[in-house]
């Protein structure tokens, strides 16, 4: 009898998560203290069980009605991913009658897994590369604050968000470099075992011809050039 093939899986394996960033300073799930409201997980372990009917590939035949678990982010491929904790009538869009009502198959089976009672993890940011991971407390900022911005909008913001944390470790590194070099870029001799001090001149200024002076004490190169030059 059919009823007899039908098996049912009600757990599945849990994903890889990103080691050493607590997730938890970005929240935690209501009424779950213990449980942080994002994660960053690897996509290609992530899975979600689907149900129905499985055939044998090389019979044809049924051998398998139930739940079992697959690649929920095969689209996305082997990259680091954040998702956030959502309610089942959020990720769902539906009550639990509505939607058994609408997915449930003869089987008793629902193509799109069992009901989210506990709601569940969706997909919020895919991180191209791993350093951007570095970047975690921004983009959950981003989501909770406008969860129903487009992706470009909130690819943006972020991306402003790291060119102005750039720009100002840029700044405290230059005025570091500057501070540590005196008039015209040159230090004090030391000439005989004693220093000679530099005599006091006026700020150097550009010469008529508009080239650049040296030094870092009057000229400020970009964080593209600093990037380029290996900083």
């Known amino acids: 009898m059919v009823a007899d093939r039908i098996q049912t899986c009600s757990a599945i394996p849990e994903p890889t998560r990103y080691p050493g960033t ?3 300073v970005y929240g935690t799930i209501p009424g779950r203290p213990d449980e ?3 994660r960053i997980v690897y996509a290609p372990t992530v899975m979600g069980l689907v149900g129905g009917e499985f055939t044998n590939p090389e019979t044809g035949g049924v051998e398998f009605i139930g739940y079992q678990p697959r690649a929920q982010y095969s689209h996305i491929g082997d990259k680091w ?7 089942a009538f959020e990720f769902t869009k539906q009550t639990e009658a509505e939607y058994y009502a609408q997915w449930k198959d ?4 629902c193509l799109t897994g069992p009901y989210p009672v506990n709601g569940a993890y969706q997909w919020v940011w895919t991180f191209n590369k791993p350093e951007q ?3 975690a407390g921004i983009v959950a900022a981003l989501v909770n604050k406008a969860k129903f911005n487009s992706q470009s909008a909130n690819s943006a913001a972020l991306k402003q968000a790291q060119k102005a944390a750039k720009q100002a470790k840029f700044n405290q590194n230059f005025d570091k470099m500057k ?8 230090r004090a001799a030391n000439i005989g075992g004693m220093v000679k001090a530099q005599k006091s001149f006026r700020e150097l200024q550009a010469p008529p011809s508009h080239l650049p ?5 009057l000229l400020k190169p970009s ?4 990037e380029v030059a290996g900083f």
């Open 223 to 226: 964080v593209e050039q600093l």
């Open 133 to 135: 991971i570095g970047a």
């Open 36 to 38: 942080p409201l994002f």
């Open 81 to 87: 991913i954040m998702e956030k904790w959502v309610s």
């Open 179 to 186: 501070d540590s070099q005196r008039a015209f870029g040159i």
């Open 106 to 109: 003869q089987h008793g089976l």
């Open 22 to 24: 607590p997730m938890k």
């Open 213 to 217: 002076t040296r030094g870092a004490k």
